[in-house]
């Protein structure tokens, strides 16, 4: 594996490495806590995981973290899962977030862009007022410390607000994206029975307006534990009986009060995709996500006061909430909300141009979309501000490298990064101090412990494996929602390797140190970077009276595209004709999300299980990835060993 691309593609200057943070933080780590003075970051990757503790005390001190009070130990209990990180410690992630108001008042916090591209700033001083002016309100409604505040919102301000004013009363945020149905919206709000939602009448997509006001009324109808629900009118109608408005709410010239919590408080609610059931309800704490995030923004993507932060995302995805987080570093944030590609392919690279991004993150599917398109980025915009072009979502294929190399600059950082909704960070990616090679992410991250292991759990080098850490990362969840005795949590991650968090990816750790991800090991849907499980998707189509039974997989292609394929199995004197194919796609795309329409529609004799009545995934899609049928299942382990021919041939026969 490391000798298949000798060359770099990239490789940083002398100038560069030295202006670098991580740079400086490592000469410093090295006067103030015996970090190696010498062999690069590779040196200082192994410091920060065979002394861990020590690490992450020099990231809360190089960052300033400000503990009310002061922490007994950084880690008290270092098992996994249960690691205590910084007991007796209390913080306020809010009030990290907005400390740049004090000292840059008028300068941009938030550039607001919808798809007119103009952008729209928010002052430091003023998203401070709101926060303060919104945090007040949320506690006259009786929001306490603990209490659940839900979003129903597109990427604008108003969900940043939200966010931060939830987290300064020490209440825990969580939220969905508007285009997500409301089946989807409630599978994931009624577990943690919010006492208050903010949501828009609807949003714009694509050039069209999408009205929400029944899914929103539903909602309503369906979370009885709201207490107060606060309409912004995105499409400008008057807000619905019952409901506050959100200008009022936030009118305020109120100084933010910023409630003091332990540092494992719970900060947010992020969803898995659901793939066996419910999506599971994973709750990150504010000190966590707090240290992670400054490790992860101001060391690994260099940002600082100067720079502009552009990610497209979706307040559906953990990257939002990663993006939002660029705040604590002083970083101007890049909020759009629209099509990716509207009103044209390139629509993301003019947002990058006209809001001066200094590191611009999208997914590896638009990069590859904007190459199959003939799109060039740097000669039809002014793209000089971006230092860096990083993706995530899917593995960036070796062409993807390549293209943003040969069309946006030669002298292109291009992070490709990997990590998860779990921990709402990266496992490995971006380097500033390290070369890019093609179809390589540059390195496992500061303090994680990354490894890849074989079936027995030896770890391996320049060899396929699962990818496992081996030591906490602070950003791990303190707990899944409604999983009192942490059984779900534990199945999770360390049913495999116990005491070892195995995540669900290929990956090959090579021998110059760069990470290789395969994709999935596991049936989750990742389409345009937003993940979806298969159980929504069956719990849709099975209601169509016509469907007894169906499958779904999402497969990475070899040339970065992804195929996802619905298989069907009729019920008796059903037909798959045109207009029970309508009914299909429509149903999935009015009730969960218009991402997973199903490329195909294929009808199948069965569908195969497990002996113990689970459909069986994971061995479907690596027989259609070309996976031998001895290789791809355990035949023991299934009710009906001959379905599995049908899809072999398929995987044949496919072009």
């Not at 009118?233 to 936030?250: I, Q």
């Not at 169509?544 to 499958?551: G, Q």
Request: hydrophobic residues 40%; aromatic residues 8%.
């Amino acid at each position: 594996m490391s000798t298949v691309n000798p060359q770099p593609l990239w490789q940083p200057t002398a100038e560069r490495i030295a202006e670098a943070r991580i740079t400086r933080f490592q000469a410093w780590a090295t006067e103030h806590h015996g970090a190696p003075a010498d062999g690069g970051y590779a040196a200082l990757h192994r410091w920060s995981v065979e002394e861990l503790e020590t690490f992450w005390k020099a990231v809360t001190e190089w960052f300033d973290v400000r503990f009310t009070t002061p922490y007994k130990r950084v880690l008290g209990d270092r098992s996994m899962p249960g690691a205590q990180w910084f007991p007796g410690a209390t913080l306020n992630y809010a009030e990290h977030a907005l400390r740049a108001a004090d000292s840059r008042a008028d300068e941009p916090a938030l550039l607001h862009v919808d798809e007119t591209h103009d952008p729209r700033p928010v002052t430091w001083a003023d998203l401070r007022r709101q926060v303060g002016s919104l945090a007040a309100e949320l506690r006259a409604l009786g929001v306490r410390p603990g209490d659940r505040v839900s979003g129903y919102l597109p990427n604008i301000p108003e969900a940043v607000v939200a966010l931060l004013a939830t987290a300064a009363v020490g209440g825990v945020w969580t939220s969905c994206a508007p285009d997500f149905g409301a089946r989807s919206v409630l599978d994931r709000f009624q577990q943690v029975e919010p006492v208050v939602l903010f949501t828009v009448d609807g949003y714009r997509y694509g050039g069209k307006e999408h009205d929400r006001r029944e899914i929103v009324a539903e909602l309503r109808r369906e979370l009885p534990t709201l207490r107060a629900v606060v309409h912004i009118p995105l499409l400008g109608t008057d807000a619905p009986d019952g409901a506050l408005e959100w200008s009022a709410l936030t009118a305020a010239d109120t100084a933010p009060v910023f409630e003091q919590v332990p540092f494992d408080h719970p900060l947010w609610v992020l969803y898995s995709s659901g793939t066996t059931g419910l999506p599971k309800a994973i709750v990150q704490s504010q000190g966590g996500i707090l240290v992670e995030h400054l490790k992860q923004l101001g060391l690994h993507c260099d940002l600082g006061p100067e720079d502009r932060f552009f990610w497209y995302t979706s307040t559906g995805w953990m990257m939002w909430n990663f993006l939002v987080s660029g705040l604590l570093t002083g970083t101007t944030v890049v909020l759009y909300d629209g099509s990716p590609g509207h009103p044209d392919t390139g629509a993301q690279w003019r947002i990058a141009e006209r809001t001066g991004a200094t590191l611009y993150g999208t997914s590896a599917a638009y990069v590859m979309a904007c190459r199959k398109a003939g799109v060039h980025p740097s000669r039809d915009h002014d793209l000089s501000a971006v230092k860096c072009v990083a993706t995530t979502g899917s593995p960036l294929p070796p062409d993807g490298f390549r293209w943003l190399h040969d069309e946006v600059r030669h002298d292109l950082w291009i992070a490709s990064v990997s990590g998860g909704t779990d921990v709402c960070s990266c496992f490995a990616g971006a380097v500033p101090t390290l070369p890019v090679h093609i179809g390589e992410l540059q390195a496992p991250c500061l303090g994680t412990d990354l490894q890849s292991w074989d079936p027995s759990g030896k770890p391996l080098t320049d060899e396929v494996g699962e990818l496992v850490v081996t030591n906490p990362m602070p950003s791990m969840p303190i707990h899944f929602w409604n999983d009192p005795d942490g059984s779900r949590y534990h199945d999770s991650y360390f049913d495999t390797y116990p005491g070892v968090w195995r995540h669900g990816d290929w990956i090959t750790l090579t021998s110059r140190g760069s990470v290789v991800i395969h994709g999935r090991s596991d049936s989750t849907l990742n389409r345009q970077g937003v993940r979806m499980g298969s159980a929504d998707i069956y719990e849709a189509v099975e209601r169509l009276p016509e469907i007894k039974e169906s499958l779904v997989v999402g497969i990475e292609q070899p040339d970065g595209g992804y195929w996802m394929p619905l298989f069907v199995h009729l019920a008796p004197g059903a037909t798959l004709d045109d207009d029970l194919t309508d009914r299909i796609r429509k149903t999935i795309r009015t009730q969960l999300s218009p991402r997973h329409v199903p490329d195909e529609i294929i009808e199948v004799p069965g569908i195969p299980h497990t002996l113990t009545g689970k459909r069986i995934e994971v061995p479907v899609k690596r027989l259609l990835q070309g996976t031998p049928l001895e290789k791809a299942v355990n035949p023991g382990s299934i009710d009906n060993l001959d379905l599995l021919a049908h899809y072999q041939e398929l995987a044949r026969t496919r072009p």
